[in-house]
């Protein structure tokens, strides 16, 4: 992957890097469009990284679909695919980590207290290893992208972030891998989450919206929140500055999140 970036960069072509954790679906298909869009090559990493899961979460059964994502990576026009085996990102020895506060620390911080550090630990990884002029995340994960944000400008990582709008389903639910974990009566229910924070966003009370959640079949509502679309700090609304709502919610075994900014 070096290599073939090194050649690339000779040849005065910029770079955009997409990381994944594969099972891809359209909203990584529009991180590539958008990568293509601002950068000549785009290289994908697809890599499920162990680091940002507890042990109790769904590191076993995260869907994993090498051969077809590469068939929908080359449709989309990507370059390159590198998919780093487990022990070329953590070799015998490796002791280092990041610990992102700040933007990290409410919301899935407060749910999943490892998750942020084993996401800016590997994503600084991928940066560093790729030289990237830009890199693409999904909205669909806006705290992610704010903590990677956040980490970019703190350590002057010579890279620019994007951040590309979250792609749905006709009837509002955001695209994402773990929707295959849904039942058929989970899939009819989950689009109530978007449409829960999208009231939030035009101004009901969140307590009802998350309330109106488990009546329609939610079975745990972690969060659901209005914030500061750029700090995550609680939304002061004399502030003049954009919002951001906030939710995570269970159908039975499966966590899902979203948000809507206004
Ligand atoms: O959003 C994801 O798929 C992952 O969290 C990322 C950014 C690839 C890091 O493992």
Redesign the pocket.
């Known amino acids: 992957m070096r290599a073939e970036v090194a050649q690339w960069r000779g040849a005065g072509q910029s770079i955009a890097l997409v990381?994944?954790?594969g099972a891809l679906h359209a909203g990584h298909i529009s991180l590539v469009g958008a990568g293509l869009a601002s950068a000549d090559r785009v290289v994908v990493s697809i890599?499920v990284?162990p680091t940002?899961f507890a042990p109790h979460e769904d590191l076993a059964r995260y869907p994993r679909d090498e051969a077809g994502d590469v068939a929908k990576l080359a449709g989309a026009g990507a370059h390159l695919v590198w998919a780093p085996a487990v022990s070329e990102i953590y070799p015998d020895g490796f002791a280092t980590r990041i610990v992102p506060e700040g933007a990290a620390l409410p919301l899935e911080g407060a749910f999943r207290p490892h998750h942020f550090g084993g996401?800016a630990t590997?994503?600084c990884k991928l940066l560093l290893s790729a030289m990237p002029d830009i890199a693409l995340?999904g909205e669909k994960?806006y705290q992610?992208l704010a903590v990677i944000r956040q980490m970019v400008r703190d350590l002057a990582l010579p890279v620019a972030i994007h951040g590309v709008p979250t792609v749905r389903e006709d009837d509002g639910l955001a695209l994402s891998s773990r929707n295959a974990y849904l039942s058929e009566n989970d899939r009819y229910i989950a689009p109530m989450l978007h449409k829960a924070l999208s009231e939030v966003a035009r101004g009901r009370d969140p307590r009802e919206a998350a309330d109106a959640l488990l009546v329609a079949g939610f079975t745990k509502v972690d969060y659901l929140e209005v914030r500061d679309a750029e700090t995550l700090a609680p939304f002061d609304p004399a502030a003049g500055r954009p919002g951001r709502v906030l939710g995570a919610a269970w159908l039975g075994s499966t966590r899902l999140i979203d948000n809507v900014g206004f």
């Open positions: 990381p994944t954790m890599f990284n940002q996401v590997v994503v995340f994960d992610q």
